[in-house]
């Protein structure tokens, strides 16, 4: 651990070791520490992610039988498998690189505001999936332990989402709109893992919902309107 300054807006920052096994695991938003010796608070990221969202990427690796398990990324193989990894594009970048992302991340912010009036965010859905809990053991009253737990995954484009927003999605001129119950980060590889306090521009994301939302399909446009 190292304690540094924010070289944007000077609040405390803490870098903490890197990770060598992540495998796309997502633990929250970190302070990041810039490729030439700088570093940021995860608040000044934050608002780079619509132009430098977290990358994810998979790997099928197969290890050498001869050599029996093997390393890749910090991970250790037997015979073969998936190796997740989730990178953060701004650990590339130098203070002026980022203060440049700062300034085209206010730029694409006004060109998905205009693409949405009306709207306080915006997101573009992938697959929705049920989430389905059946309470086991023995005295638990199953009528009462199914839940309905449906996740759609989506990246958002503009603005902010966070539980208890209601979301709008048209289908040939009639208006659907779904409560928001949890918002949980998603690597776009896994299931998502980690609730979150809210989903902002850049970042995929999965949105639960405690209905089903049939009316949702991959590519369509969730928005929560202006209040
Ligand atoms: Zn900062």
């Given at each position: 651990m190292d304690?540094?300054?924010?070289?944007?807006?000077?609040?405390?920052?803490?870098i903490a070791e890197k990770q060598t096994e992540q495998d796309g695991i997502f633990y929250?938003?970190k302070?990041v520490a810039?490729?030439?010796?700088?570093?940021?608070?995860?608040?000044?990221?934050?608002?780079?992610?619509?132009?430098?969202?977290l990358r994810s990427s998979?790997t099928?690796a197969?290890s050498?039988?001869?050599?029996?398990s093997g390393s890749f990324n910090g991970k250790t193989i037997?015979?073969?498998g998936w190796i997740n990894a989730l990178a953060d594009?701004?650990e590339q970048?130098?203070?002026?690189?980022?203060?440049?992302?700062?300034?085209?991340?206010?730029?694409?912010?006004?060109?998905?505001?205009?693409?949405?009036?009306?709207?306080?965010?915006?997101?573009?859905?992938?697959?929705?999936?049920?989430?389905?809990?059946?309470?086991?053991?023995?005295?638990?009253?199953?009528?009462?332990?199914?839940?309905?737990?449906?996740?759609?995954?989506?990246?958002?484009?503009?603005?902010?989402?966070?539980?208890?927003?209601?979301?709008?999605?048209?289908?040939?001129?009639?208006?659907?709109?779904?409560?928001?119950?949890?918002?949980?980060?998603?690597n776009?590889?896994?299931?998502?893992?980690?609730?979150?306090?809210?989903?902002?521009?850049?970042?995929?994301?999965?949105?639960?919902?405690?209905?089903?939302?049939?009316?949702?399909?991959?590519?369509?446009?969730?928005?929560?309107?202006?209040?």
């Amino acid at each position: 651990m190292d304690t540094m300054q924010c070289a944007v807006c000077g609040s405390p920052v803490t870098i903490a070791e890197k990770q060598t096994e992540q495998d796309g695991i997502f633990y929250g938003w970190k302070d990041v520490a810039l490729k030439d010796g700088n570093a940021v608070c995860k608040g000044c990221a934050e608002k780079t992610r619509i132009v430098f969202p977290l990358r994810s990427s998979k790997t099928f690796a197969v290890s050498s039988a001869r050599f029996g398990s093997g390393s890749f990324n910090g991970k250790t193989i037997d015979g073969k498998g998936w190796i997740n990894a989730l990178a953060d594009p701004l650990e590339q970048l130098t203070l002026d690189e980022f203060r440049q992302a700062m300034q085209d991340a206010e730029q694409a912010a006004e060109v998905q505001a205009a693409r949405f009036p009306g709207a306080r965010a915006a997101a573009e859905a992938d697959f929705t999936y049920r989430h389905y809990i059946r309470a086991g053991g023995s005295g638990v009253n199953t009528k009462y332990s199914d839940e309905k737990q449906y996740f759609t995954c989506v990246k958002v484009l503009y603005g902010e989402i966070r539980p208890g927003d209601t979301v709008c999605i048209t289908h040939k001129d009639r208006e659907y709109t779904a409560e928001v119950s949890e918002v949980w980060f998603w690597n776009y590889l896994d299931s998502p893992h980690c609730a979150i306090e809210k989903a902002f521009a850049g970042v995929t994301a999965a949105l639960l919902f405690r209905k089903e939302v049939p009316f949702i399909y991959p590519g369509d446009i969730l928005t929560v309107k202006e209040s």
